[in-house]
């Protein structure tokens, strides 16, 4: 599985010393149950198997390592993430971890567009400020 690598490499879920802290853009949902989540150096909701948060998983935190830039609707990707040389393999083949992956993400962010386009903007003002994005090769927004 894809995402496997993900519990043990936890890159994400981390900031290194020397950098600010990472504010996780929320929803407007989100921010009504989860307040907010700010990474100091790891994450509290970072548990042993990986995220403690199940289900209620800020979609930023599920489109990683992944960026949707909302005027172009162009997808990028976090270059220092280790999962992506496979990522963008597995994008080629329809049931393959990473296309289900993108197809779901594809799919909120449609959603979000109709209903809360101030977390897309903000959550890619954040993506690009705090990490090296590299584009997605070939994927942009698939219309729903």
């Given at each position: 599985m894809l995402f496997d690598h993900c519990a043990q490499c936890r890159r994400c879920c981390h900031v290194d010393a020397g950098f600010p802290?990472?504010?996780i853009t929320l929803t407007a949902k989100e921010r009504g149950s989860?307040?907010?989540?700010?990474i100091q150096t790891q994450c509290e909701h970072l548990g042993v198997a990986g995220c403690t948060l199940g289900d209620?998983?800020?979609l930023s935190?599920?489109?990683y390592p992944l960026a949707?830039?909302?005027?172009?609707e162009v997808f990028y990707y976090d270059?220092?993430?280790p999962l992506m040389p496979q990522y963008q393999l597995e994008l080629q083949q329809p049931d393959?971890?990473?296309?289900?992956?993108?197809?779901a993400m594809n799919a909120e962010l449609q959603a979000l567009k109709k209903s809360d386009r101030k977390f897309l903007t903000a959550n890619y003002r954040v993506d690009s400020d705090y990490f090296d994005l590299l584009p997605l090769q070939?994927?942009?927004?698939?219309?729903?």
């Open positions: 802290p990472l504010e989860l307040g907010s989540v700010c209620t998983k800020p935190c599920k489109l949707f830039e909302p005027k172009t270059s220092e993430c393959s971890d990473a296309s289900t992956h993108f197809a070939t994927k942009t927004m698939l219309k729903g």
